[in-house]
C-alpha cells in the first residue's frame, strides 16, 4: 500500500484485466559453417537480405581448402551463400551468421596483409578478417586542404589573428602564399600544431624537434597554413569502403575520442577497461571496417607517420606540396595478398570456444540469441560418404547441433543427409541419431550456379529453413511445414518415388519430390524421434512456440506473492493466450474446454512448494496433427440401399 501522509485527494492506477502474452517469433534462423569472409568471434549480426549476407561474408565465389594430406587445395563451394540464397528466396526473413574458420597454422591465421614502405617500416595494414576475400587493394591518398590562417586587417582589430579550424596535433604543412614573396626558407615543411591550454597560443614543431614556430609571428599574407589528412578507399573487398579527410597524428582527439587514420583502422575489440584503448572497443566498426591498421613502429606523431608514407613512394613529397598535383599523384596503392581460407573447418570449429575476453565463437554464439528458433549447418555433410572422409567429422558436428537445439529447448535442427547418398545410406545415417528437436532431409537440391552457370547440387536446410519461416508467416506454426514448393529447385540429387517413399517417410526422412503438374516439393514433416508423442516436426515447433511465448508472457509473476490472487491471474493469462490460438485454428476441439485447460491452485501446489517460493501451473493443450496420410474410402452404392 502507498504511504499517505498528508490530507488530501490520491489518484491511483490499476489494472482489471489479465496480462496479455505475446507469441513469440518462429522463424529466425542461425546458420553456422564457413564463408569467404566476416567476423568469426563476434556478436552475430541480423542479416536480412542475402546483400546484407554478401557484404558481411562475401560472395559465392568458391571456399579453397588446404588438403593437410597431400598438400593440395580443395575448391568447395560455398553451402553457406547457397543456402543464405535458399532461405531468403523461399520466404526467410531473419538470419544470423556463424562464421567458423580453421587456419592453416598457429603462424599462418589466414589474413591477407602488407607492409607500407616494406620489411622496415612502421606501419602494417592486414584484413580485418581471415579469408582469399581479403585479397584486396588499399589506396592511401594524402590531402591539404585551406589555408586556416585569418587575413587579419591591420584596419580593423576586430578579427584576431591566428588560425580557423585548427584542431591540436594536427599535422601542417607551412609554404608560400601564391604571387607573394617567399617566406623564410626555415619555415616550409611540415609541423605539429600544439595549443596551449592555458594561453590558447599556437605554436608548430617539425621534427626531428626543433626551434618551434609561433603562429603569431606568420603573416596569412605571404604564408599558408594547411592541414594535411589522409583518406583511406578499400577495393573491391566483399563491399567496397572509403574513409576521407582523416589526421595522421595517433594523438589527435575530436572532443576526448581518438580520431586518427589509426583509430579508424583499430582492432576496436580491446577490452574497453584497458587505458591504452581508450575509444577503440567498438564492435560495431570492427564488423563495418575491412581492415586494421597497425601501428608496428610504435610511431608517436603525425610527421613520423608522414614520413613512411614519404618512404613508400618516391616524389610524394614533391607531390604533396605542388598545388598542381592530381589526387592519383598524391596517392599510394597497396595490395592485400596471402590471404587464404584455410583448412575446412572439423567439429571442433563448430563447437566453438569461449576466450579470456569473452568473446564466443561456434555454436556457443547462438546461445546467447533468445530469438533462434532454427539452426542448421550447410555443407557440413558434404563427402559424407568418401571413404576417409568427412564421414565421422559430419557425425559430430549433427550431434552438436542436435545437443544445441535441446539444450536451449525452444529450438529445432534442420539436419542435411550426405551428399550422393544413397537410400540404404541415409537410412544408415538416420538410426544413428534419436531427438524430437531435429528433423532430417534428402536428397540434396539442384540448383543453378549463378558463377559458372552450371547444375549443381546444394544441401537442403537452407530450402527447408525458409519453407519453415513460409509456413509459420502464411499458415502459421501449427501447421506441418510439408507440401510445400521448392523455390529455385530445378529437381534433385535423386528422384524418388512412393515406393522409396515408404521406406524412408517411417523412419523419420523428409523426401524432397517430384510430381508432374505440381513441380518440385518438400514432401515430409516428421521428427528423427523415436518418441510418437512428437513424431511431427509442427506439434515439436508449436510446443516450443507455446512454452517459449509463456515462458517470456509470464516474467512478470516473478516475486509477487504467492497466493490466490497471483493463480488466478496467471490463470486468466494464460487462459486468454491459449483461447486465441484455439479460435486461430491451432487446437483441437469444438470448444475451448476440449482444446486445453489451465491449472494453478491448491491442487497443483503443495505447501512444500509454497514454502519453497514455487509457484506450478498445469497446463493441457491438444495440438492439430497434420493429415499425412488422407484416406478416402469409396464403395458402390445403389439408390434403393439403405445405409
Known sequence: MPEYLAPGMFVEETYFRAKPIEGVSTTTTGFIGPTRYGPLDLEPEIVTSLAEFEHIYGGRERLHFLNTVDDSVDEV???????????????????????VYTPLSIANTGHSSAVLGGASSGLKVRARFPGRAGNARVVFTLGVGQSVLINANPADPSPAPGPRGLRHRDVVMISDAA????????????????????????????????????????????TTVRVVTVSVSIEPFTFAHSEIDLPLDPGHLRGEMPDSFLDAFADHRRDPNDPAAKGMANPGRARTIPIVIENTGGLT???????????????????????????????????????????????????????????KTGLLQFEDRD???IVAAPGSTFRYEEAGGFGPQAQRIVRQLINHAQKMRY??????????????????????????????????????????????FVPPSGFVAGIYARNDIERGVHKAPANEVVRLALGFERLLNKAQQEVLNPEGINCFRFFEGRG?????????????????????????????????????????????????????????????????????????????????DRSTMTQNDLDNGRLICLIGVAPVKPAEFAIFRIGQWTADRKV
Not at 551463400?81 to 562464421?99: I, P, T
Not at 487462459?575 to 469444438?590: I, K, R, S, Y
Open 77 to 99: 563451394h560455398d553451402y553457406m551463400w547457397h543456402a543464405a540464397c535458399a532461405y531468403f528466396a523461399n520466404g526467410g526473413k531473419r538470419l544470423y551468421v556463424s562464421r
Open 411 to 456: 529450438r529445432i535442427a534442420v539436419l542435411d543427409s550426405g551428399d550422393n547418398q544413397t537410400i540404404d545410406q541415409v537410412r544408415v545415417m538416420r538410426a544413428q541419431f534419436d531427438s524430437s528437436h531435429a528433423a532430417l532431409y534428402y536428397p540434396w537440391v539442384r540448383v543453378l550456379d549463378p558463377l559458372t552457370r552450371r547444375e549443381i
Open 371 to 373: 530469438d533462434i528458433s
Open 520 to 600: 518440385n516439393r518438400l514432401w515430409g514433416a516428421r521428427t528423427i524421434s523415436s518418441d510418437p508423442e512428437w513424431k511431427y516436426v509442427n506439434v515439436r515447433r508449436y510446443f516450443a512456440y507455446l512454452e517459449h511465448s509463456i515462458d517470456k508472457g509470464t516474467q512478470w509473476a516473478v516475486f509477487e506473492p504467492n497466493g490466490d490472487p497471483l493463480w488466478a491471474n496467471v490463470r486468466r493469462t494464460i487462459e486468454d493466450f491459449l483461447l486465441n490460438e484455439w479460435q486461430g485454428g491451432a487446437l483441437l476441439g469444438d470448444k475451448p474446454e476440449k482444446a486445453f485447460f489451465v491449472r494453478c
Open 301 to 359: 606523431d603525425g610527421l613520423a607517420v608522414l614520413d613512411q608514407f614519404f618512404a613508400a613512394q618516391v616524389g610524394l613529397r614533391e607531390s604533396l606540396e605542388d598545388p598542381g598535383s592530381t589526387t592519383a599523384d598524391r596517392s599510394i596503392s597497396l595490395v592485400l595478398t596471402a590471404g587464404n581460407d584455410g583448412m575446412r573447418p572439423q567439429a571442433a570449429a563448430y563447437e566453438g570456444t569461449v576466450d579470456a575476453d569473452h568473446r
Open 179 to 222: 604571387g607573394t614573396p617567399h617566406s623564410p626558407p626555415a619555415r616550409r615543411g611540415f609541423y605539429i600544431a600544439l595549443r596551449d591550454e592555458q594561453t590558447g597560443d599556437w605554436r608548430f614543431t617539425p621534427r626531428p624537434p626543433g626551434a618551434a614556430i609561433d603562429c603569431n609571428t606568420l603573416d596569412p599574407r605571404v
